[in-house]
C-alpha cells in the first residue's frame, strides 16, 4: 500500500519504521520543521526526519500544514492509498485528510473516547488509571473524534513513569497499526461514544510544580507523569530542583513535620513529609543548572538534615 506519513518524534519514528518492515511504500513523511535544541540551541531535526532521510524517502516540514497550499500540491501530484498520523504536532486540513483513497488514520495512545487530547499518557498516570491503551480511529476534522477502527488494551505497572509507559504504548500501537493496515479493506469503523469522552489537555511547565500539602499518592502519580515534560519541581533554599524519580512509602507515616519538610537523609534517599501525613521518598533529582545525581548525593553535597524542608516556590 502506498502511504504517506505523518510525525514527529521517536514513537512514531518506531511506526514508521514497522510500516516499512511490513513492505508498505511509504512515499513521503511529512514532520515538524528543525527545532533549536540543546545548550547550543542548535537546530535538530525530528526523529522522523532523520529516520525518512536514512531510508531514502522525501521529507516535507510545512510551519503550517493547514496553511501551506504546497503541501496539498505535491499530494495531489501522486495521491496515496492512505495517509498515517502519529504525532503529528499539527491540525490537518480536511483537504488532506480526505484526499487518499482510504483517507486518513491516526494511532492515539489511549482508549479512546477517554483521554482525548495532546497527553494522554500523562493524564492517565496523573488520574491513577490501572489500565490504558492505543486506538486507531479515521481521522476527521475535530480533536480526536474519529470513528474507531481498532483497539487494544495495556496494563499500567504500579511504579510506571510516562516515558516507561509511552514506549510500551509506542510498541504496542506500532503492531497494531501494521495489523490495521493490512486490514483496511475489510474493517468497518465504530462511532465513539461522546458522552463517556474525557480529555488530556496540554501540558505547562507550571504543572510541574509540587504542593507538598497534597497526598503522597497524588505526589507520586505526578512525578511519575512528568517524568520526562515538564518534570515535577520544587524549591529548597531558593534553589529549584526537579523531582526525577522517587515512591511513595504507603507504609510510613511522618512522626511529626509540616508538608515538605525532610524526616530523614541516607543513602535511601530523602523522605519529605506530605499533606495527608504520609511520606515520599525522593530517589534521584536535579538541582538547577547542574546534572541529574542520586538523592543522597545531592544531600550529602547539600548538607541536608532532617526539619529542613522543601518548598512550593523560591520566596
Known amino acids: 500500500m502506498n502511504i504517506v506519513f505523518l510525525g514527529s518524534p521517536e514513537t512514531a519514528r518506531l511506526c514508521l519504521e514497522r510500516i516499512l518492515d511490513a ?8 514532520t515538524q520543521p528543525d527545532r533549536p535544541a540543546g545548550r547550543g540551541r542548535r537546530l535538530r531535526p525530528s526523529p522522523v526526519k532523520r529516520f525518512s532521510l536514512e531510508r531514502d524517502i522525501p521529507v516535507l516540514q510545512p510551519g503550517r500544514v493547514r496553511r501551506d497550499p504546497e503541501v496539498l500540491k505535491v499530494l495531489e501530484t501522486s495521491p496515496p ?5 502519529v504525532a503529528y504536532g499539527q491540525i490537518i486540513p480536511a483537504s488532506i485528510i480526505y484526499l487518499p483513497r482510504f483517507n486518513s488514520i491516526n494511532l492515539h495512545f ?31 476534522e475535530k480533536m480526536d473524534e474519529g470513528p474507531i477502527l ?4 495495556l496494563p499500567i505497572f504500579p511504579e510506571e513513569n510516562a516515558c516507561q509507559l509511552e514506549s510500551r504504548l ?20 465504530v462511532a465513539q461514544d461522546h458522552d ?3 480529555y488530556a489537555p496540554l501540558l505547562k511547565k507550571e504543572d510541574g510544580r509540587i504542593d507538598w500539602t497534597g497526598s503522597a499518592e497524588n505526589i507520586d502519580r505526578q512525578i511519575r507523569a512528568f517524568q520526562s515534560w515538564p518534570s515535577a519541581f520544587t524549591f529548597l533554599n531558593r534553589q529549584r530542583i526537579k523531582i526525577l524519580a522517587g515512591r ?25 513529609c506530605c499533606g495527608d501525613g504520609q511520606i515520599y521518598r525522593i530517589l534521584k533529582l536535579q538541582p538547577e543548572n547542574k546534572p541529574a545525581m542520586p538523592a543522597h548525593s545531592f544531600a550529602l553535597g547539600a548538607r541536608l538534615n532532617p526539619g529542613q524542608r522543601f518548598n512550593n516556590d523560591a520566596d
Not at 24 to 30: C, E, G
Not at 150 to 153: D, V
Open 110 to 140: 489511549s482508549l479512546l473516547p477517554r483521554y482525548r487530547g495532546a497527553a494522554p499518557v500523562q493524564w492517565a498516570l496523573l488520574k491513577g488509571e490501572i489500565e490504558t491503551g492505543v486506538t486507531i480511529f479515521e481521522l476527521n
Open 248 to 272: 511513595w512509602l504507603e507504609e510510613n507515616r511522618c512522626l511529626s513535620g509540616d508538608p515538605g519538610e525532610i524526616q530523614a537523609a541516607g543513602p535511601e534517599g530523602l523522605d519529605v
Open 170 to 189: 509506542a510498541d504496542l500501537g506500532a503492531e497494531l497499526l501494521v495489523e490495521t493496515i493490512g486490514r483496511i479493506h475489510t474493517l468497518k469503523a
Open 196 to 198: 463517556s469522552a474525557s
Open 150 to 153: 481498532t483497539q487494544r488494551p
Open 23 to 30: 513492505g508498505h511504500i511509504v512515499q513521503l513523511a511529512i
Open 81 to 85: 492509498d492512505i495517509n498515517v498520523v
